[in-house]
């Protein structure tokens, strides 16, 4: 009788098996799906650490294969990369939750942030970190940081005054984008947890040395063995994959160096924030966000509360996330003014043109409004055209939490010279979004997609018939359900901080040939060609106009 069932059971299971194997390499599979020739061990995915330029080889692939292709991780997993902006719609707005993060972002982001936002998986737990965050990205709590993003571009621009070209008439190079992400830190500072990190005054402060170069250090230009490793992930047992930031490998060293300092910080700041929600009403209180998030959380019913862990998460992904990320757009902005001096005069007769508005105005004072800014358009579709050029965060990685079928903008010529127009997927099924790839589509950004222009923006020339992003069509906040948190925050900033830069410098490039590299690291950072080891470098010549 045993014998019998024993019998039964494993007939039941070799089915099951043969039949799952038959679904994956037949109706589910995308090897129908055209790409680039992998080797079956390497595959093709370690290619894109290896590019000069971020970009380079999803334009090539999306002009020989369409907007869907198909890449391979090691051992011949099959990954697809998407450009399809209905694809990407259907992905990130469409599905809710059934595309997670891929699990190599979860347990990177999980080694330097902790459990925070970035790397709550399920929907509850993100739901959960999302509405305690939100209350301190609204309009009018975004308003109030107005005077510390003009202080910090106020304190910039004298510095660069005062420590560098009171003495040079003529201008001098500088490397802008250490400055901006020491000003970007200390804004965040004190914007995100009322901190002075004091980066400006102190090039060696302890944060901002523990971040600098932080990406370019640890995950520019992976060895072969890490690729393997990383691919391996999907097989292991998620708990032994809560170790993985204890291999002393240079990239775990350096993340875990910067999460032990940014804690030491957090508990402090955090612990401070707690004690003020007890004992300060709520008119008198500060309005920094993680006071306004520990309000909110002590309010919460508790099945959604955030554990004290969990705040500290929060502070490091907002320090890391709403630094870094803002220094580097503004450092490609400046880079693409100084390349084109016409947009530069521009933006800057558009800001004095206001400034003058201002100054007729019944107004005490001469600052921008937020109104001020978002009625400027060219300054407007200059940092879209920045931002859909320069896609720091240039890839992303999902996976399918079940069967789908993906629908497809346009039809897709597959490897039989069938045209589909839907592609079905198995669960499991990797992704590769490629945000540069979809940021330069020609059929909607127009033929001179890869050109900087940022008057398609305001000539109408933009075809966005199908609605993606948070912000202006584009990828670069990512969309959906978790997208960017902070681009408000970020834009508002950045538009700050161009408008005190363009009245107070000019900025052109630097005298000898200095070729800029879209450098593969984690995020796109910029580098120059033949400098590499002095990392993430961004020169430019500023001369300080007289006021
Ligand atoms: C130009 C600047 C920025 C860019 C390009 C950017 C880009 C992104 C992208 C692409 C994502 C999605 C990541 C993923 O799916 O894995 C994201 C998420 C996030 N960003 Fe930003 N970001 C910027 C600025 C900021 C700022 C200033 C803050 C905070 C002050 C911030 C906080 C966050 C947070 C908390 C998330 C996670 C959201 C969630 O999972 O619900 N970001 N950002």
């Known amino acids: 009788m045993v014998s019998i069932t024993s019998a039964v059971s494993v007939s039941v299971l070799i089915s099951l098996t043969v039949y799952t194997i038959y679904r994956r390499l037949t109706k589910f599979s995308v090897k129908h799906i055209r790409g680039p020739d992998p080797s079956f061990w390497k595959g093709n995915m370690h290619t894109f650490s290896y590019q000069s330029n971020v970009g380079d080889l999803d334009f090539e692939y999306v002009k020989e294969y369409g907007l869907v292709w198909r890449m391979s991780a090691p051992l011949g997993q099959d990954v697809l990369a998407v450009a399809d902006p209905k694809a990407l719609q259907h992905i990130y707005q469409r599905s809710g939750y059934n595309y997670p993060k891929s699990i190599e972002s979860d347990v990177i982001t999980r080694i330097f942030l902790g459990d925070s936002i970035m790397n709550a998986h399920t929907d509850h737990s993100h739901a959960r970190h999302r509405k305690a965050m939100s209350p301190a990205f609204s309009a009018s709590q975004l308003r109030s940081f107005l005077p510390q993003f003009r202080n910090g571009a106020a304190k910039l621009c004298r510095l660069w005054k005062e420590q560098i070209l009171d003495e040079k008439p003529e201008g001098e190079v500088i490397p802008v984008n250490k400055w901006l992400a020491r000003m970007t830190l200390d804004v965040i500072g004190e914007t995100a947890f009322h901190f002075e990190f004091g980066a400006l005054d102190n090039s060696g402060n302890e944060v901002s040395k523990a971040y600098d170069n ?297 005298p000898t040939e200095t070729e800029i590299l879209r450098m593969p690291a984690g995020l796109m950072a910029p580098m120059v060609k033949n400098r590499l080891k002095e990392g993430v470098l961004m020169p430019l010549t500023v001369r300080a106009l007289s006021a």
């Open 214 to 510: 932080l990406f370019a250090d640890s995950q520019l230009h992976p060895r072969l063995w890490m690729t393997f490793f990383r691919a391996s992930w999907k097989w292991l047992p998620r708990p032994l994959l809560n170790f993985v930031g204890y291999i002393p490998t240079r990239e775990y060293k350096r993340f875990r160096k910067s999460k032990k300092v940014v804690d030491k910080v957090s508990t402090i700041l955090v612990d401070a924030a707690i004690e003020e929600a007890k004992v300060v009403e709520v008119e008198k209180s500060n309005k920094d966000v993680m006071s306004v998030l520990v309000r909110a959380n002590m309010s919460e019913n508790p099945s959604f509360q955030l554990s004290k862990n969990e705040m500290m998460s929060q502070m490091a992904t907002l320090t890391l996330a709403g630094h870094d990320t803002t220094a580097s757009v503004l450092a490609w902005s400046l880079w693409e003014l100084a390349k084109h001096p016409k947009y530069q005069n521009h933006l800057r007769e558009e800001v004095k043109q206001k400034r003058e508005e201002i100054a007729r105005r019944d107004d005490e004072g001469d600052d921008f409004e937020m109104e001020d800014l978002e009625s400027m358009p060219f300054l407007q579709a200059l940092l879209k055209e920045v931002l859909r050029l320069h896609p720091i965060v240039y890839h992303l990685g999902r996976f399918a939490a079940k069967d789908d079928i993906i629908p497809l903008s346009e039809p897709l010529v597959t490897a039989t010279g069938e045209n589909i127009e839907e592609i079905p997927i198995a669960k499991g099924q990797e992704f590769l979004i490629s945000v540069c790839a979809y940021n330069r589509i020609k059929g909607i950004w127009g033929e001179d997609a890869n050109e900087f222009n940022p008057q398609r923006f305001i000539n109408g020339e933009v075809e966005n018939t199908i609605k993606l992003g948070v912000y202006g069509n584009l990828m670069t906040f990512s969309a959906g359900t978790r997208g960017c948190i902070g681009w408000r925050f970020s834009l508002i900033e950045m538009q700050t901080v161009l408008v005190a830069l363009v009245q107070n410098f000019e900025f052109s490039l630097p």
